[in-house]
């Protein structure tokens, strides 16, 4: 019997409306995030959530001590659900999330989060990488324009071919509405 954890990535300050670096639909990813949150909380359903800070200078964002780096109001953790603090894209790395999911029996991961192209992405390929399965919520995901060469990639255009990727072998994708009432 498979044994779900939901993963609530990176859903901070600085990715909303005047924040240090605004996403594009973040408001709505993050209410979307709160209704699969939710149904974990009446599912009596591990939740980790996981909040980034940056330590390089050159980031212009998620700086330790400020309102920007706290997590958004949306999803605010409860007590005695698991925070995790990183420094990386990738949520495993040099963190307790995955003795965490060991320790809860957890065979499947359900990710939600910011960003799509960035955190996302790197948490969804490293848990199936240490054997979970993983549905990731695509409506409860954000991203941000992208460029390259001159050419800008928009937002909801990165969010779809990162997410469309991870269905290959990653991940099954499923919106909150979907994944709720499966």
Same mark, same amino acid.
């Given at each position: 019997? !498979? ?5 609530? @990535? ?8 005047? *924040?240090?670096?605004?996403?594009? *639909?973040?408001?709505?990813? !993050?209410?979307?995030?709160?209704? +699969? #949150? ?7 359903? $591990?939740?980790?959530? @996981? /909040? %980034? ?5 050159? @980031? $212009? ?9 706290? #997590? %958004?109001?949306? +999803?605010? $953790? ?5 925070? @995790? ?20 029996? +957890? ?23 240490? *054997? ?10 954000? !991203?941000?324009? /992208?460029?390259?060469? *001159? ?6 255009? +990165? %969010? ?19 994944? #709720?009432?499966?």
């Amino acid at each position: 019997m !498979s044994k779900k954890a939901l993963l609530v @990535i990176d859903i901070q300050n600085d990715y909303f409306e005047n *924040g240090a670096w605004e996403l594009v *639909g973040a408001e709505e990813a !993050s209410l979307k995030a709160r209704k +699969v #949150i939710d149904h974990f909380r009446a599912n009596n359903l $591990p939740i980790a959530h @996981i /909040q %980034h800070f940056a330590v390089d200078g050159n @980031i $212009p964002f998620f700086h330790p001590g400020t309102q920007g780096a706290e #997590i %958004h109001e949306n +999803v605010k $953790p409860l007590e005695g659900e698991k925070l @995790i603090q990183k420094f990386y894209p990738n949520s495993f790395r040099e963190t307790d999330l995955l003795e965490y999911l060991k320790a809860n029996d +957890v065979t499947e991961v359900v990710v939600t989060g910011m960003m799509s192209h960035m955190c996302v992405d790197a948490t969804t390929r490293a848990a199936k990488d240490f *054997g979970f399965d993983c549905t990731v919520i695509s409506d409860a995901c954000a !991203s941000k324009d /992208q460029e390259l060469d *001159g050419k800008v990639v928009k937002a909801a255009d +990165v %969010h779809t071919a990162f997410i469309a990727a991870l269905t290959f072998f990653y991940a099954t994708v499923k919106t909150a509405d979907e994944f #709720i009432n499966a």
